[in-house]
């Protein structure tokens, strides 16, 4: 009996650049809404569920009704948020919804030009305590990386291990923004200027554009369609508080996402050495030692060693995004995370550029320490 279990039958992922110029945030999010139905084998009618960023013009903008009228039919479903209408967290809520029965077909996905605002990455909108200090992105991770690597003994190198792997992953996928750039070494990493200590230019992600969506339904509407259904197996969400709101610090965010990897494994009824493909939020190299600690794939002060050891290559023992990631992908505003899904979900049909061999299980893990809040997901084969 598959009764309600919700499933991903559609997923499509845009050209990512990091401009483009010939399009708008409108056209790159039709495209990927249309796009992921069509991978689904539906039709725009068959969509009653739309968690999907709507940038206008025409309808309301930012309010997800607005979908509606393109899709051709009233919505049960919706969302006017712009984190609920990507990656995990959209995942879990338009999942809940399949498997409550408010909607029996929800797209989530979207498109906002974000990287197209100039000037450094903000962290959001104005923030009493962090905007004073001129505070971003990339030093809020950096604070937690820093004493991480004071407590632990974790090494510039160590860092610049997980740089090179993921960058390199990036420069032969011909999808991403950095295919052919590369390869890079750890000396490579090392040699580009610093951005914010301990953080190299090449430990961080880059920032551009494109879109991404996904469909989820019933696993029973699922045996119709051309495409081997990825259950959602688990998941679960963790808020320290507000993103951004105060300069995240280690002892409060250092492990932050372990008790959703408890919860997620938990319902998934696995274990994290039972994964074979990470698909994790890498806005920097060291996000991804501090989750291979959160997740239990090893102890505190572990991940830096274990990265190193090859463990993270497509071919090691824990391959971390195989597409090349934020690193060298693309990050392209909230869509980067319905990006890591994307990747998921190709692993696990056994088409990605870069496949994991008997992919069966996959983690998807979004936000991270700096943004002080983490959604992750277990994704396998419907069995």
Not at 31 to 51: C, F, K, N, W
Not at 74 to 88: E, F
Not at 190 to 211: K, M, N, Y
């Amino acid at each position: 009996m598959t009764g309600r279990r919700p499933v991903i039958v559609g997923v499509h992922a845009t050209e990512q650049g990091l401009t483009l110029p010939h399009r708008n945030a409108m056209d790159l999010a039709l495209e990927a809404v249309t796009g992921s139905i069509a991978d689904a084998g539906l039709v725009p009618s068959d969509i009653d569920g739309a968690q999907v960023d709507w940038p206008g013009p025409g309808g309301v903008r930012d309010e997800g009704s607005s979908w509606a009228r393109l899709l051709g039919r009233d919505l049960r479903w919706t969302s006017d948020s712009m984190l609920d209408n990507a990656g995990s967290r959209g995942l879990l809520k338009a999942a809940a919804a399949v498997r409550s029965g408010y909607a029996d077909c929800v797209v989530v996905g979207g498109c906002r030009l974000v990287s197209r605002g100039g000037g450094p990455v903000s962290a959001g909108t104005p923030l009493e305590f962090t905007d004073v200090w001129g505070s971003y992105v990339v030093a809020q991770f950096a604070l937690v990386a820093a004493r991480h690597m004071h407590e632990y003994g974790t090494t510039p190198e160590q860092l610049a291990e997980v740089a090179a792997t993921i960058r390199n992953n990036g420069a032969t996928n011909p999808e991403a923004m950095m295919y052919g750039r590369g390869p890079y070494t750890v000396e490579d990493v090392l040699a580009s200027r610093l951005v914010a200590t301990p953080f190299h230019l090449l430990d961080c992600c880059i920032v551009g554009e494109g879109g991404a969506a996904m469909v989820v339904t019933t696993a029973e509407r699922a045996r119709d369609l051309p495409h081997p259904p990825i259950e959602v197996l688990g998941g679960a969400m963790e808020y320290h508080q507000a993103a951004y709101a105060n300069p995240a610090l280690h002892r409060e965010v250092g492990m932050l996402g372990s008790e959703a990897a408890r919860r997620a494994f938990g319902m998934a009824g696995v274990g994290p050495h039972d994964v074979d493909v990470f698909s994790l939020y890498d806005p920097n190299s060291f996000e991804v030692i501090r989750q291979l600690e959160a997740l239990g794939i090893c102890g505190q002060g572990e991940g830096g060693p274990l990265a190193a050891s090859g463990a993270i290559a497509v071919t090691g023992k824990h391959p971390v995004n195989p597409d090349g990631g934020c690193l060298s992908y693309a990050w392209n505003g909230t869509q980067q995370m319905t990006l890591k899904v994307v990747e998921a979900v190709r692993q696990l049909r056994g088409t990605a550029v870069h496949q994991v061999e008997g992919a069966e299980l996959a983690t998807v893990g979004n936000a991270g320490s700096g943004a002080q809040h983490y959604e992750m997901s277990v994704l396998g084969r419907m069995s």
